[in-house]
C-alpha cells in the first residue's frame, strides 16, 4: 500500500485524502516535517498559494519537501495552488514557492471565484474519456521548458503537466468522481507512468 502524504494548512485537503482512501493508498495529512518521513509521495492541494507556502515555509515544510525530493526524488503532484508553489517562476510575484518545475505560472488567470467554470479535458495519457476540469480561481501555465511534459491543454494553455516524478494541474481533480488523475500520479510513483 502506497502512503501518500497531502499538505493540510489550508484548502481542499480532506478530499484528496478521502479520493485517495477510496484508491487503497494510505493517505495522510502533513503539517510537520516529520511527517514526511515514510511518505512514497506528497500532493499540495488547492486553496490560496501564499497562505499554503508561508504555512510551509513557518513550520519548516518547504525545506523539508525540497531536501525530500532532492535525496529521492519524492514524487509531488500540485493542484491549482499546489501548481504555483511547485512553479520556478510566478509572473508578477516573488512569493514563497517550491519552484521544482521549470515554467512559469499566472496566479488567478482564469478569473476570480464568481468565474469559476468546468470545462473536458483530454489526457491522452489517461484514455480517451474527457476529464472535467474544476478551474476555481486558477493559474495558467504560461511557459514550461524543455524537460516538462504537457499532458493536456485548455484554449492553447497547459493544464496538466508532468516533469519526471512532478505533476503540475490547473484545476481541481479531487472535487469530480472521476479519480483517474489520482490513480495515474500513483502510477508515477510507483514508476510505472
Known sequence: MLTVGV???QGDFSKHISVFRE????PRPVRRPDELVGLDGLVIPGGESTTIGMLMQR????DAVRAAHAARTLPIMGTCAGAILLAQRITGS???RLGLIDMEIERNAYGRQVDSFEASLIVPVLGTEPV????IRA????TVGPTVSVLARFEESPVVIQAGSLLAL?????LTGDYRIHDH???MIRGDR
Open 132 to 135: 472535467t476540469g474544476v478551474f
Open 139 to 142: 493559474p495558467r501555465i504560461s
Open 170 to 174: 490547473s484545476f481541481h481533480p479531487e
Open 7 to 9: 499538505i493540510a494548512f
Open 185 to 187: 500520479f500513483l502510477h
Open 94 to 96: 516573488d512569493q514563497v
Open 59 to 62: 513550520f519548516g515544510v518547504l
Open 23 to 26: 484508491l487503497g493508498a494510505d
